[in-house]
């Protein structure tokens, strides 16, 4: 059995507590489900008892129509009137039933119609409880919002702050790794490298030395010299020899430059190969490294002569241009 109003499942038809059964239609209805509020409230006064009496308001409109329209006095016009029963009243002509079930008909659309909007009215204080926990829930998010945002800019301002300690503490690297090359490349002020030269077994590096000292016009007499560097399959290590001097070391490196054409291996040796070898000055390895860089990107930007002088790395555009010094990766950008 579905409630006339609703039209959802009533339950159980004994359930008396939550059902309301007309007398007269035997239509049943939700208690909640009842026209009117007052309606309702009076229903729930009654015992049980009475409740089996009770009417919905569509067949109490229809037993006062059926009752007749009555009236005090007569309105001029023509009736067919019945007092048989003595009583003097006026009851309606029969023509009159249409216009009766009509309004009854009207009445009952018109309470239908009112019980649904009771059913949503009284559905008002749900929704408002609703709209105000989602009020509550809007303000709590609103302070996690305002708290996330807050949080934020702190973060903003530390990883400001670290950034900044952070290029700080580069400069101050780079810095302290150049007073370190300095200190390294002083270290090294008298001492030149040879490039190329075969490497044979029970050789005597000094007197190699000597004798490229003799091809260039450059007696020397080093204080040492011995190969460095790692054992890599058809290529020699370099040799490298200490001078007397940062001057010597600058004179010898200098006249190799000049007299490069002779520096050939079989100048050295007879059974040597006919290929050039080179002496250079001994660079750091930072040095070396910012060396390499220089000669790729001057490659790239067509940059033709890049050379070292005094440990220093050289570069020329072209051949009238100006010379510029590479100190760091920063001159490399304005290469």
């Known amino acids: 059995m579905s409630c006339n109003l609703c039209e959802s499942d009533l339950g159980s038809p004994h359930n008396k507590k939550k059902t309301a059964v007309c007398y007269g239609c035997k239509k049943s209805w939700h208690i909640r489900c009842i026209s009117s509020t007052k309606e309702r409230e009076n229903y729930q006064k009654l015992k049980i008892e009475s409740r089996s009496q009770w009417r919905c308001n569509t067949c109490k409109t229809a037993k006062l129509a059926a009752v007749g329209a009555i009236s005090d006095e007569p309105d001029g016009s023509e009736h067919e009137c019945s007092d048989s029963d003595g009583t003097g009243r006026i009851l309606a002509k029969p023509g009159d039933g249409s216009d009766t079930q009509q309004l009854a008909s009207d009445i009952k659309a018109l309470l239908k119609t009112v019980n649904k909007i009771n059913v949503k009215v009284d559905k008002i204080p749900s929704i408002e409880h609703q709209l105000s926990e989602m009020s509550t829930s809007l303000d709590f998010m609103n302070e996690k919002y305002e708290a996330f945002l807050s949080d934020m800019k702190v973060l903003q301002e530390k990883v400001t702050t670290l950034n900044t300690e952070n290029r700080n503490l580069k400069e101050t690297v780079a810095v302290l ?4 090359d300095h200190l390294e490349q002083d270290t090294r ?31 020397i007499s080093p204080k040492f010299a011995h190969r460095v560097g790692v054992h890599q399959r058809g290529q020699p290590r370099v040799i490298l020899a200490g001078t007397e001097s940062s001057t010597e070391r600058e004179n010898f490196v200098n006249a190799a430059r000049k007299h490069k054409d002779y520096l050939r291996s079989t100048k050295l040796h007879t059974s040597w190969p006919d290929a050039r070898f080179f002496v250079n000055e001994n660079l750091t390895s930072y040095r070396k490294q910012l060396l390499r860089r220089t000669k ?9 002569f890049v050379w070292t002088r005094d440990f220093k790395i050289l570069t020329r555009k072209e ?8 100190s760091n990766e920063t001159d490399l950008l304005n290469l």
Request: hydrophobic share 35%; aromatic share 0%; with cysteine.
């Open 296 to 304: 790729d990107i001057a490659k790239e930007k067509g940059v033709q």
């Open 189 to 219: 002020k008298a001492n030149i490298e040879l490039h190329c030269i075969p490497e044979t077994p029970n050789e005597n590096c000094a007197e190699i030395v000597k004798s490229v000292g003799n091809l260039i016009g450059r007696q």
């Open 177 to 180: 790794q150049l007073k370190v």
């Open 319 to 326: 051949e009238n241009a100006k010379v510029k010094i590479i």
